[in-house]
T-cell receptor, first 114, second 112 residues
């Protein structure tokens, strides 16, 4: 099993550009989530999904969109990047339909917005 | 909601000594707690968890203690090794919540 994979590992954007951060898991997990981690801070939840076709907002959803068309994939879209979105983004998944269980994290995507 | 704080954002220990990382939480309804380890440039990795019906749980070289009365838990690492150098997060949750809530973490540095 590859676990949770994320692409790209690094990305530099200009203000106003759009992009999609990819996340995939091969563990047949129902629950998937996106976090951002800023320097010296913990992880803050952006969006999460409890199954295909179901998504919900987390603590810091503004500026981000998600969709969940399959169990395996949970892409995160930045429609118009802003410097405040410079961060490291982690995708995670867990079994069941709740994020209260052990979550498995991907390696992260380091995003810089100029 | 949940506010999670860590006592001592940084901790340095000598190799071979025991480490104790503390975590305070605010929500008295929190009933499930996970400790994660995050090495530099990597995603967080599960270490150990504990439910509120327990006050102690042991793993391999790690022990988590939970004091619900004062809303505090600690992670003890025995015979700390250089590979233990990382940031450690506690992440509480409670029945009805869909997620974990991460604190800011404690950076553990092991001195050879």
């Amino acid at each position: 099993n590859a676990g949770v994979t994320q692409t790209p590992k690094f990305q530099v954007l200009k203000t106003g550009q759009s992009m999609t951060l990819q996340c995939a898991q091969d563990m047949n997990h129902e629950y998937m989530s996106w976090y951002r981690q800023d320097p010296g801070m913990g992880l803050r939840l952006i969006h999460y999904s409890v199954g295909a076709g179901i998504t919900d907002q987390g603590e810091v959803p503004n500026g981000y969109n998600v969709s969940r068309s399959t169990t395996e994939d949970f892409p995160l879209r930045l429609l118009s990047a802003a410097p405040s979105q410079t961060s490291v983004y982690f995708c995670a998944s867990s079994s069941g339909t709740s994020g209260r269980n052990e979550q498995f994290f991907g390696p992260g995507t380091r995003l810089t917005v100029l | 909601g949940e506010s999670v704080g860590l006592h001592l954002p940084t901790l340095s220990v000598q190799e071979g000594d025991n480490s104790i990382i503390n975590c305070a939480y605010s929500n008295s309804a929190s009933d499930y707690f996970i400790w994660y380890k995050q090495e530099s440039g990597k995603g967080p990795q599960f270490i150990i968890d504990i439910r509120s019906n327990m006050d102690k749980r042991q793993g391999q070289r790690v022990t988590v203690l939970l004091n619900k009365t004062v809303k505090h838990l600690s992670l003890q690492i025995a015979a700390t090794q250089p590979g233990d150098s990382a940031v450690y997060f506690c992440a509480p949750s409670w029945t009805g919540a869909n997620n974990l809530f991460f604190g800011t973490g404690t950076r553990l540095t092991v001195i050879p």
